[in-house]
Structure formats: C-alpha cells, structure tokens
C-alpha cells in the first residue's frame, strides 16, 4: 500500500513508520521535514500535499497540537488552537483527501485517553479528543467507495514520559511500538468507525 | 434556586422550564425574546448577559446550532457553524459564567445521540456531541467552589418529529417534558461530570 503519514518525525511517528514500512511504501510527512511538507492547520497546506502526492491507500495521522491550561484561565484563543489544529486539522485530512484516496482505501486519526479519563489542565485536550470520536464515528457511515475511518486513543508513551509524566501520574505507560500496533489493525484491517484504545481501558 | 435557562422558547426548553419552574426561579433567556436575550456565539454577548444576570445557582444550555450535510461536500464554514455555536457557545457558557455561578452550582449542557449513534449528514453534530462529552468530563474535575457539570443527551423528541423524524427513521421519540427530566437530575442532583443518555442506550 502506499500510505501517507503526518507526522512521521514524532514519537508515534517514528514507531508507526518503523511498522508499516516493513509491508508498506511510506510517504513521511511534517511540517519542516520529511518526503512532503504540510501544517494541518492549513487548509491551503493540505489541499498542496495531496496534489503533490496524487493517488494513495492509507493516511495515517499521528499529529495534534492541544493547549494545556487551568480551566479557569482558558481563553478563546488556547481553546481555538485545539479546535484548528488536532481537531479540524485532522478532519480536513480526511475530508480534503477524499476524492484523492483509493477505492477501499482508510483513514487513521489520533486522539487519547483525556475525553473519558480527565486530567487537570486537560479540558481542550478532553474537548478535542471527544470530538474527534464523534467525527470518525459519524464520517464512517458516509465514506464512499468501501473507504474506512478509524481512531486511535493510545494511552501514555514510555518515550513522551520526560515530556508528559507528571501530568499522568498513576497511568501505566506503553512503549510507542505498541501504540503503533493499533495504527497497523485500523490500515491493514477490514473495521471502520471504530476508537482503538491502546494501553488502556473504560471505566464506564 | 435562581436558574438561568438558556433556549428557554425552544422545544426541550420549554419542558425544561416547566419541570423546574415549580421549584425555582427560571431566568428565561433566547436571541430574542425571553427575560434576557444572548447569542451563545457571540463572547460579548454571553458576558453582556452575566453583566446584566448577576449571581446564579445554575445554568441550563438547552440550545445551540449545527449544519448537517453530505460529509463530501462540507465545508470549512458549515464545520464552522458547529463549533462556533453548538461547542464553543456552551462551552463559553461555562468559562465565562464561572465568575459568577455560586458555590456549589451547577452548569447543564446539551448534545444528543448522534456521536455515538451516527446518522447520514451528521458528522459535524457527531463531532460536536462527542466534542461536548469530552469537555463535561474534563471541566468536572477542574470546578471550583464545588460547581459541578454535566450532559444532557436526548434522543430524538416527539414535538420535533415534524422536521426531524425523517432523518431519524427507526429511532424511538421521546416527549419533551421526559428529556426535560435530564436537567433536573443534574440540577437538583450531586452528581458531575456525567452524562446523562435520556431515551436510548449505548450499543458498545
């Protein structure tokens, strides 16, 4: 398959390029390196990688930027980086690739464990992620030609722990290896519409 | 208690304002009519109407606009609408009505089935339902002053069958003043950072 994957400098990235490329041809996006540049924030962006890249099977992103703040403080502004960048940058990955995706072709999204399992400071991020289940719910059901959607919610990374461990106390971490395996089930499976989580479980 | 309804002319607001109007003090508010009118996408307005509202006990969103259509030919504009309005316009409720809801009290948002229930045409109120799960459950533990918040998601009302019922085929309706039972768990109730499914049940 050729698969497109945004954000393949990153954590997940890495591990998800390490995966599929043992089966794969791997387009490696980012927004200053790799075969394609493209800020998902951009619209305009987007539209200028799939017309350089053309026909494709997969695209897999791995990116999102989210603002983390107390509730308190959040401001229109913080809330709105969320909204433009990991929400509708991924939607617009979805919905601008669509005539340029292969017949049976998918698509894989990245969320987390923040919209069902809160952590303070974590509002937008929860806000993001919740609605990112929505989408690829509701977008499943009107994917033309056979193309899948599908959501990966990893829980916290061994190799993001320096970054983010002390907002994640008492979560069990997982390497990104393993998180990258939920990213190979959405591409190389038959499923769409469905929400991986990877490392982690419900409490409700 | 002195509870400010917001969408108090619309169908679930109006049962909303029937089943607590025996016990509390509604302070109806709409675009253009009611005690005070505000535009929940509009931030001036929300702050306009604190300004004039002063303290409060609760706040009860029964409200808020999404565009349905065909997920190929959405644009960034009908997203917009969605999470502009539906989202950001309860969401600013919350972050703005903060300052001035009183120990203790309690804020009550809307969405409904369709994140988790997808229908044809509903993947920006799929994303905005999820959207608004996600940002109840990680506001609840960020409150302060012990202020809960919670969610209320109706499936589809009888009154509303008229313009609603042939998108909703097979789906069982339920009349308003039974959705309207939701907002008084919340208010009256202890419980925070929930959502309360009124009329279906998950299938997962």
Chains 1, 2 share one sequence.
Not at 164 to 173: E, M, S
């Amino acid at each position: 398959m050729r698969i497109i994957l945004i954000g393949a400098s990153g954590t997940i990235g890495q591990a998800v390029d390490a995966e599929l490329s043992q089966r794969h041809d791997i387009i490696r996006v980012n927004r200053t390196s790799g075969d394609f540049q493209a800020d998902i924030a951009d619209r305009d962006s987007i539209q200028r990688l799939f017309d350089q890249v053309g026909e494709f099977d997969a695209l897999v992103s791995t990116t999102g930027k989210v603002h983390f703040g107390p509730l308190e403080e959040f401001t229109a502004e913080q809330f709105e980086l969320g909204l433009q960048n990991k929400l509708m940058g991924q939607v617009n990955l979805v919905t601008l690739g669509l005539s340029r995706i292969r017949a049976g072709g998918s698509f894989t999204l990245t969320s987390g464990l923040l919209n069902d399992d809160p952590i303070r400071l974590g509002a937008s991020a929860a806000m993001v992620n919740g609605g990112l289940e929505g989408f690829v719910r509701g977008a499943a059901i009107e994917m033309p030609r056979g193309v899948r959607i599908n959501l990966v919610s990893p829980t916290v990374i061994t190799e993001a722990l320096p970054a983010y461990g002390p907002f994640f106390r008492g979560v069990k971490p997982i390497p990104a290896c393993e998180a990258a395996l939920g990213y190979a089930k959405s591409v190389e499976g038959a499923q769409t519409g469905r929400v991986y989580r990877i490392g982690w479980s419900r409490d409700t």
